[in-house]
């Protein structure tokens, strides 16, 4: 069992720094105090030497089980238990935000795919709420889920984030970071990290189109949509349909995504742009999913979740992620099966061909050349 964990932010750091230079002062406030936080937050669950809070906290029940509680604007986790599993809902809508979606995420992983909880065997769904103030972030730190309320205490006028449980991929996002923890443990920067953002996307959205029953070409593949409030030009954090055309807006940003390797962006930020280059394998899954058609969880997803818990590893690349989706199209479809050209399309359209040879340059290579190694740090 690890000892500590990587703390994972739903907002992309690029997004909070455009809001250090293009906000107003309560903005650049606001962004710079959750940037802050955060860093001590990853600081923080580096220093642990002990698991046994862990243990007790992550007990596994063999059953559904949710604990949410409030941190009442602070910091100390996890804060006070103000709602169990099968307690009437409460008057605070975000306790039931969390309650719920948490709930949601367990159904999919459950229903569809046989998982029982984040760790497959019962793991209890723990929740925090009212983390700090104006704190416009929501995390998965190894443990629980911890959740912002955006940006309430700014004048209308300024405000850019609603509360982040309001937002139901969200939550389904971030737990599924917890699932990758407990299977392929992708590293988190170069392009083992944009996998693991990309799987979080991938099955936050699915959660949401599970709830909403809508097929793949109905969904709107949004994620983080109703996220911004009606001051901010754009629908979401990202788009898996169109990598790049999530937002627009003055104060945010562009949305930085490509959605093909001819634009893939070799940086040394964001550990390697985790949340920016995850567009690539997020619009490979788009394809896949409305080539197939129906529903996106049954066999677009189901591809996904068998590559996720019994293919990946630590380090693997687009290139293998391709060629791993196919393989596991072909164990549960068939070898040439309708599922398997689909995986070979979606990757095909991002520019990656199942059987080729990872493009030239990527960022991992780079780093060896020039002797640098990238924090495995979540940001």
């Known amino acids: 069992m690890q000892t500590c964990h990587s703390v994972y932010c739903i907002t992309p750091p690029h997004m909070l720094q455009e809001i250090l230079r293009n906000g ?17 937050m990853r600081g923080q669950r580096r220093a642990i030497k002990s698991v046994a809070a862990y243990i007790a906290r992550a007990a596994t029940t063999g059953n559904k089980e949710r604990i949410v509680y409030d941190a009442k604007n602070g910091s100390t ?41 984040i760790d497959g065997n019962g793991f209890r769904l723990d929740s925090t709420v009212h983390y700090q103030k104006g704190y416009d972030n929501a995390f998965w730190d190894g443990k629980q889920m911890v959740y912002g309320d955006g940006d309430e205490d700014l004048p209308a006028s300024e405000r850019l984030f609603n509360r982040f449980t309001a937002v139901l991929d969200i939550i389904a996002h971030e737990l599924t970071h917890g699932v990758t923890q407990h299977e392929a443990n992708l590293a988190y920067w170069d392009q083992s990290g944009a996998l693991n953002e ?14 909403r029953k809508q097929t793949a070409g109905e969904a709107d593949w949004i994620i983080g949509e109703g996220l911004f409030t009606s001051n901010v030009m754009g629908i979401g954090i990202r788009s898996m349909k169109a990598p790049g055309t999530a937002y627009n807006d003055p104060v ?64 693997s ?7 791993l989706t196919y393989e596991a199209a072909g164990d549960l479809f068939g070898a040439n099966s309708l599922e ?4 070979k399309k979606g990757w095909s359209e991002v520019g990656i061909s199942t059987g080729g040879e990872a493009p030239s340059g990527c960022l991992s290579t780079v780093m060896k050349v020039f002797g640098v190694k990238l924090q495995a740090e979540a940001s």
């Open 77 to 117: 986790l996890p804060g006070t238990a103000v709602r169990k599993e099968g307690d009437p809902a409460s008057t605070d809508p975000a306790v039931n935000e969390a309650y719920d979606g948490s709930g949601v995420t367990y159904d999919l992983y459950l229903d569809i795919y046989g998982r029982n909880s």
């Open 24 to 40: 107003t002062a309560a903005q650049r406030d606001l962004a710079l105090r959750t940037i802050i936080s955060s860093e001590q």
């Open 317 to 323: 690349t687009f290139q293998q992620a391709c060629d």
């Open 340 to 343: 398997q050209q689909a995986v």
């Open 198 to 211: 990309s799987m979080s996307d991938v099955f936050g959205s699915l959660v949401k189109q599970y709830q």
């Open 252 to 315: 945010l940003g562009k949305d930085p995504q490509p959605g093909h390797m001819n634009d893939y962006v070799r940086t040394v930020e964001d550990n390697g742009g985790v949340h920016i280059n995850s567009g690539i394998p997020n619009r490979a899954f788009y394809v896949t999913a409305l080539e197939l058609g129906g529903y996106a969880w049954e066999k677009a997803g189901r591809i996904w979740y068998k590559t996720l818990t019994d293919k990946l590893q630590e380090r």
